[in-house]
């Protein structure tokens, strides 16, 4: 019998309560597609997500059933990663050798999650592409991005989204228990922003990414949104819609589950995320607002 492309992982170790595989990519410039098909590729260092967020629609790309339901348990390392970005990179620089490619990292794993402290596959990347200079997008909700300001700060077209779904965090805990705090997030745009040496010639950009947008409790609303003046852009998006079938992204029941809880912001989803949006416009006056895909383009 055909072994699973799972089995094929040989199981290396653990990383906290994460099973980890490694595995070779066959590439790892992907074409990009739907809400960022603004780029030309999306970039995902890892396979899986340690933060394994209830929402997350990206479980859908699993390898099987089993590591689906698993999602937030296991994580696949790309180990020659580094070794076919520079192929992919050199192949796209000889027949584009006036257009940089511009890349989105990452649109299924966060490359950022906690064994990046250990593996610094995503910093190797960031090492391997700095000397194209590509128009680069890092998403992410890990405060291990500001370790990576000294070779973050060598890319001329930068722009950091940092996710930040909720300003509450007792609403963090119950939809993403497994993520940083909100303040460790938002410290460490500070921390970014204050280290990064800038050059006139370098444009770096910071984004915080409300999407999905989650509930925020209404006393916790208006400090939470004013915080969010030290980034540029603001981006907000409702829900994936639920997807059942396993392999069409979407919100994952257990993200369903969870909602019943906020029924008070969920009975009127639409009207409170409306006027959220309005708090955001009124109290962030210098910062751009965008709703879902224009917000996730790069200038
Ligand atoms: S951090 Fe991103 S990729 Fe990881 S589980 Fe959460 S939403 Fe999914």
Redesign the pocket.
């Known amino acids: 019998m055909a072994k699973s492309q799972s089995e094929e992982n040989s199981k290396q170790e653990s990383f906290g309560t994460a099973k980890v595989y490694i595995n070779n990519a066959k590439s790892i410039l992907n074409k990009a597609t739907g809400f960022i098909d603004y780029y030309d590729f999306t970039l995902n260092p890892y396979r899986g ?5 209830s ?5 859908a790309f699993s390898p099987n059933s089993k590591m689906r339901q698993d ?2 348990n296991w994580v696949i390392i790309k180990q020659n990663a580094v070794e076919i970005l520079e192929k992919e990179l050199q192949k796209w620089q000889k027949k584009n050798p006036d257009k940089p490619a511009s890349i989105y990292m ?1 649109s ?3 490359p950022y ?1 906690p064994i990046e402290s250990k593996q610094m596959l995503t910093r190797g990347l960031l090492e391997a592409m700095v000397k194209y200079q590509p128009i680069l997008v890092i ?3 890990s405060p291990l991005i500001a370790k990576d300001v000294d070779i973050l700060q060598q890319f001329r077209r930068l722009r950091i989204n940092m ?1 930040i779904p909720t300003g509450s965090e007792q609403v963090r805990k119950d939809f ?1 228990p497994r ?1 940083p705090s909100i303040s460790a997030r938002l410290k460490a745009i500070e921390t970014l922003k204050r280290n990064i040496r800038y050059q006139e010639s370098h444009w770096i950009r910071f984004s915080v990414t409300i999407t999905p947008l989650l509930p925020t409790f209404p006393e916790d609303e208006v400090d939470f949104i004013r915080k969010l003046e030290i980034v540029d852009r603001v981006v907000i998006q409702e829900f994936h819609p639920t997807q059942t079938r396993s392999l069409v992204a979407g919100t994952r029941q257990e993200a369903e589950n969870i909602k019943q809880k906020y029924s008070w912001w969920y009975d009127n989803e639409q009207l409170n995320y409306l006027q959220f949006k309005e708090k955001l416009d009124l109290l962030l006056s210098g910062v751009e607002i965008k709703e879902g895909k224009a917000g996730f383009g790069f200038e």
């Open positions: 997500c340690q933060y394994g967020c929402y997350c629609y990206a479980a999602w937030g990452s299924v794993t966060d999650q998403q992410t909700r996710s993403e993520t």
